[in-house]
């Protein structure tokens, strides 16, 4: 029996063109003109004043914070449930995540939960769109506005999600996205880091070039980082992009395939998936013993899952962060498995996915 694997990146029908392009031309490292032209294209799509790429979805978070002056004293709240790179980012500048829980209903950061824990020393609120549906962000605006905190989001997972006809990340201060092979599109690894603040993007791209003056020499005013992203990345993001809407739509309806047959057995995060990357659907079990089941005759079918984000203020290297119980969290993230959801998942691999969860 074949294996179906959890995630495999779509196959863009010019990306072989473009990235044999940039080898033709000999322009295969960080300059060249699909790098310019990704972007432009990203900052269209986005809605956004002002993109830049770089080398991958961690490092676009290390240089948003960068770009806001976050560091040492600092102290930024954010989800524990989330994928670990949100909250190395925070200490990567040395300043102090605050964990907070997320929603009951659409598993995103809680804003109850935010009002308790902003202190003086609070700077910024990162959001994470967890596996693509969109945070409150009416009310996460307000809150950041009324305590004057950045608003950083997340966006890596919730590449093609909207919030009120907005791409998401265009609400706060700064967002950053993920281009890893199994996100909605990708570059092989890769990320960007976009704004409504141009003076903010101009600053990432600054940092994420040595910190380099634009003299022809070597001169540098600050201690910067070599994050950048080559054209081949870039060809294949372009090719990519190209087909957003129709990795969307495969996307899509197989989120709605999911939910329309599964819903009689399995929760799912409560959100509008015509609005959603539909990054990975994910489904909610009664409890641990379920899981372990389900696991069970999951692996027994060769088709491969994953658990919810393991909580990461109760991962070895955060422990002395915060030892506090966020029920919400613990509940949602022992009781989750993530299903295949790659764009061209067959519909013969979709039917044993369905049958094998629902047990028939
Ligand atoms: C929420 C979130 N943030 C950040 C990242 C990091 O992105 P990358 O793997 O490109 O470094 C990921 C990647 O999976 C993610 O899911």
Redesign the pocket.
Known sequence: MKKIPIYQPYIARNQKKYVNQCLDDNWISSRGSFVSKFEDNLNSYLGSKAVTTCS??????HLALLALDIGPGDEVIVPSF??V??VNAIRYVGAKPVFVDINKHDWNISCASILKKISKKTKAIMC?H?YGAPCEMNQIVKIAKENKLFLIE?C??SFGTFYQDQHVGVFGDIA?L???G??TITTG???AVFSNRGDLIEKVAHLKNQGLVTDGGYTHDVIGYNYRMTNIQAAIGCAQLEDIEHILNLKLKLAQKYRSTLSKKVLFQDCNPEKSSNWINTILLQDETEVKSMNHRLKKNNIEVRPGFPLVNKMICYQDSNIEHLSVSESISSRTICLPSYPDLSEDEQSLIISTVLDK
């Open positions: 991958n979805g961690t490092v676009a978070l989330t994928y790179a949100s994470v967890i997340d890596a997972e950053t993920s281009f890893f199994n996100k690894e890769g990320g």
